[in-house]
C-alpha cells in the first residue's frame, strides 16, 4: 500500500514587512491543519503575503471590490495544485489591533481561513459568518496550532 503523499505547502513572504509576523513554520503548520481536514493529498499550495496595494489590485481584478482586503484565496482546480491564498499582513495588524488581538496570531488565522475557503468551505456574509460552521472550525485549527507552539 502507498503511504498518502503530504501536500506541498510554498510561503512567500513580503519583502519590506516590518510588523509582527508569525514564522514560516508557525505558517506551515496553520495550512496543514487546515489542509488536514479535507481531501489535499499530493496537493500544492501558494501562501503569499503581499502589500495592501497589490490585496486590492487582485480584490478589483478578480472580485470587482475596489477596496483593501485581509485575506483572498483563488482555487486552481488544476491538479495538483490546489490554489493560492494572499494574506495582506498590513490589514490584519490593523484588525488585530483594533480588536485587541495578537496580530501574528491573525495572520496564521487568515491563512486557515483561506486554506478552508479553498478546501470548498463558505461562511454567510455579516455578522452571521461568526457563528458559523466555518468560523468554529477555523477557530479550533487555530487552538490546536496555538497548542502545539
Known amino acids: 500500500m502507498t503511504e498518502p503523499s503530504r501536500p506541498t505547502i510554498h510561503i512567500n513572504p513580503l519583502d519590506g514587512w516590518a510588523g509582527s509576523a508569525p514564522s514560516d513554520a508557525a505558517v506551515e503548520a496553520a495550512a496543514r491543519a487546515a ?16 502589500s495592501a496595494e497589490s490585496i486590492r489590485a487582485l480584490n478589483r481584478d478578480y472580485h470587482g471590490a475596489d477596496g483593501v482586503t485581509d485575506v483572498l484565496a483563488f482555487g486552481l482546480g488544476a491538479d495538483p495544485w490546489l490554489g493560492d491564498v494572499y494574506v495582506c499582513p498590513e490589514v490584519a495588524d490593523a484588525s488585530a489591533r483594533e480588536m485587541g488581538l ?48
Open 102 to 149: 495578537d496580530p501574528a496570531e491573525e495572520i496564521l488565522r487568515l491563512v486557515i481561513h483561506g486554506v478552508l475557503h479553498l478546501l470548498g468551505h463558505d461562511h454567510p456574509d455579516g455578522e452571521a459568518r461568526y457563528g458559523s460552521p466555518m468560523f468554529r472550525l477555523q477557530e479550533r485549527l487555530l487552538a490546536e496550532v496555538r497548542g502545539r507552539a
Open 35 to 50: 489542509l488536514a481536514t479535507g481531501p489535499a493529498e499530493g496537493a500544492e499550495l501558494s501562501i503569499a503575503f503581499v
